[in-house]
């Protein structure tokens, strides 16, 4: 039996591609039928009819109302597949919203409450939408840290910052890249101060507000006030936050898991790249899974263990070299490699 370490994507992973993907692997149609419950008691549109829709929509699939609700029923179906009699779970973890995921994985929320709090705060960011989100990288192609450039372009950062009528600041530790959040003024300055790279960065993210960081402050006084403590309950797996802190089951505060998660975790900088290094080193998996929906966070995983230096990585090569020998990442976003985790019912 393999351990694992099971990783829950965040926003901007359901996709074109992933359109069909509930219908196509979900495994449990009486819980989606109780996700679709909810939406339709708040007038939303159901799971099934946005995952079933004839065509994907940017205006209508990305939205945070429907984004949340999506990748959190793809991600707890994902989840729900892995065969656990061939892997043993030994932690969950998550970007961004994919942490509300990690609270239902690992057993904090039950799946309906868990899809209350997604669902709940998607809608409650859509329907404020402050700011928005860029990303871009430190690293180049081959993956090698450059903590001299990060500290370069966070000095970028701060610099904007300072300027009146700027806010500007560090969204998500994402591996080799930075996921930067702010006013439209200030993510405009920040594009205009770096040089464009990979024919693709800065690239501003859409539907997306200024998640983690002080700008979100309205927002998660609106989900405290909605989603109360009692919600929430004790682990079964242990949780490893944006900060790089354990929550373990039988030792956890469920007050300060309530009070961190619609607290800091919504209004301070998360840093996955941590989350991921903390997972390595106190866990030593053998394997670490990627949920869908989406096939974008691997990068960003593999990034993550090679700024940790694990197993002595210190590049893309070295990690290719480890992932053709011990396929150290399977990521179920992708046919070939979620048939190596799951029983084979839903892939």
């Not at 691997?298 to 070299?321: E, H, P, T, Y």
Request: some cysteine; hydrophobic content about 40%; proline content about 5%.
């Amino acid at each position: 039996m393999k351990t694992a370490v099971v990783i829950c994507p965040g926003r901007g992973t359901y996709n074109k591609a992933e359109l069909g993907y509930l219908g196509r692997h979900f495994p449990d149609a009486s819980l989606l039928a109780a996700f679709d419950a909810q939406r339709r008691a708040e007038g939303q549109p159901t799971l099934g009819e946005l995952d079933g829709a004839e065509r994907f929509s940017l205006s209508t699939h990305t939205r945070g109302d429907n984004a949340s609700a999506l990748i959190f029923a793809a991600t707890l179906g994902d989840f729900l597949s892995i065969d656990r009699e061939e892997i043993d779970i030994v932690a969950v973890t998550g970007n961004s919203m994919g942490w509300y995921s990690a609270l239902a994985c690992g057993g904090a929320l039950s799946p309906e409450n868990g899809f209350r709090v997604a669902n709940t705060m998607g809608t409650l960011m859509q329907r404020s939408l402050i700011g928005g989100q860029l990303i871009y990288p430190f690293v180049g192609d081959d993956w090698q840290p450059n903590p001299a450039r990060r500290t370069e372009l966070l000095e970028v950062v701060d610099e904007i910052a300072a300027r009146p009528e700027h806010a500007l600041a560090l969204s998500i530790d994402l591996g080799g890249m930075l996921v930067l959040a702010g006013n439209d003024a200030g993510l405009a300055a920040f594009e205009k101060s770096v040089e464009p790279v990979q024919e693709r960065f800065p690239m501003r993210l859409g539907n997306h507000a200024a998640f983690h960081t002080a700008l979100q402050e309205p927002v998660a006084r609106e989900g405290r006030e909605a989603l109360p403590a009692s919600l929430f309950g004790q682990p079964e797996l242990p949780l490893i936050d944006g900060r790089g802190a354990i929550w373990w089951p039988g030792a956890t505060d469920t007050e300060k898991l309530w009070g961190y998660t619609l607290g800091a975790q919504v209004t301070q900088s998360y840093d996955f790249t941590r989350a991921i290094a903390i997972a390595a080193r106190e866990f030593a998996p053998d394997l670490f899974i990627i949920t869908g929906p989406g096939t974008t966070l691997g990068g960003a995983v593999a990034q993550s263990l090679i700024l940790a230096n694990w197993r002595g990585m210190g590049g893309k090569d070295d990690f290719k070299l480890q992932q053709d020998k011990a396929g150290l990442l399977a990521s179920m976003g992708m046919p070939d490699q979620r048939s190596t985790v799951t029983t084979g019912d839903n892939s």
